[in-house]
């Protein structure tokens, strides 16, 4: 593992970049010429050291070009290289960079990827400069000697993209607008399907809490009546009490005859009864003599 993959690979984690993406260098990799699905960082202010190999001048550069393609789970780096001014013939050199410098790019470049594929949004003011590297520059940038302003990077980066570039960009940025539109309106529905979902759990709680109160109105007459059951129940109970007690302190006679005196009635009866006969069998006696 290179220290570039190792510095990805934290950098990652630490973003929380939580696919696997696989980072490999590509020096074949042009400005804007994309495959479709790929996406395009270029970095080209770069700080970086250099050295020839066949005079071993050493020199630096804050104009060091890197292009960075991207596709889902994969990266590709191609940093493009310089060659020394001191040599008639001379080779195209690697740069060097300091690790604080590799960090910072690579920070910018996990951020790009967290807004191309993640939809995370970016301010150009997130992105950390990579010109601190505590070197200066040696001299004017020269662009003969350069790789990247050879290929056209410095102009191509302000440049129009190519229109098959262009297009396919255009149509992975609509699919990307209308997925995140999609996901906004998916994430709308659920929303108010929880509250529908919440106003109907409100509904039959409502309805629970107004059965309760019915049931307890309901239980609540029920003893009413049971209490004035039993309070007609303990009232009619002496009633009934006292009418036994009339009834056993009242004589047979008056049992019988509802209190009226009938027996002596009746003896006053067959006693003037008797007078009358008496009375009219010597009436009868004294006019037949």
């Given at each position: ?271 003037i009864l008797c007078v009358l006969a008496v009375l009219i069998f010597a009436l009868l006696y004294s006019l037949l003599k």
């Amino acid at each position: 593992m290179t220290t570039w993959q190792r510095i990805f690979a934290e950098k990652a984690a630490r973003m929380k970049l939580m696919d696997p993406w696989v980072f490999e260098e590509d020096n074949s990799l042009q400005v804007h010429s994309l495959e479709p699905g790929w996406k395009e960082f270029l970095q080209n202010h770069v700080a970086g050291r250099f050295q020839c190999s066949q005079c071993l001048y050493r020199w630096s550069s804050a104009k060091v070009h890197i292009l960075f393609h991207m596709c889902y789970g994969m990266v590709r780096m191609r940093i493009f290289r310089q060659a020394c001014r001191q040599c008639h013939d001379p080779q195209l050199e690697e740069p060097i960079f300091s690790l604080e410098n590799i960090e910072r790019l690579l920070h910018n470049l996990v951020l790009k990827i967290l807004e191309d594929f993640y939809n995370v949004p970016m301010q150009s003011a997130d992105l950390l400069e990579v010109v601190v590297d505590g070197c200066h520059a040696s001299g004017p940038h020269d662009r003969t000697r350069c790789e990247g302003c050879r290929l056209g990077v410095c102009s191509k980066s302000r440049a129009p993209v190519e229109p098959s570039a262009g297009k396919t960009k255009g149509g992975v940025n609509k699919a990307q607008k209308t997925k995140m539109d999609v996901d906004k309106a998916q994430k709308t529905k659920r929303d108010v399907d929880g509250a529908w979902n919440i106003k109907i759990d409100v509904d039959n709680a409502w309805k629970t809490q107004t059965d309760v109160y019915k049931a307890q109105k309901t239980k609540r007459d029920v003893d009413k009546a049971w209490k004035t059951k039993v309070g007609v129940h303990k009232a009619w109970k002496p009633r009934e009490d006292m009418e036994k007690a009339v009834l056993i302190t009242r004589s047979p006679e008056q049992v019988v005859g509802g209190g009226f005196p009938w027996k002596r009635c009746c003896c006053l009866g067959l006693s003037i009864l008797c007078v009358l006969a008496v009375l009219i069998f010597a009436l009868l006696y004294s006019l037949l003599k």
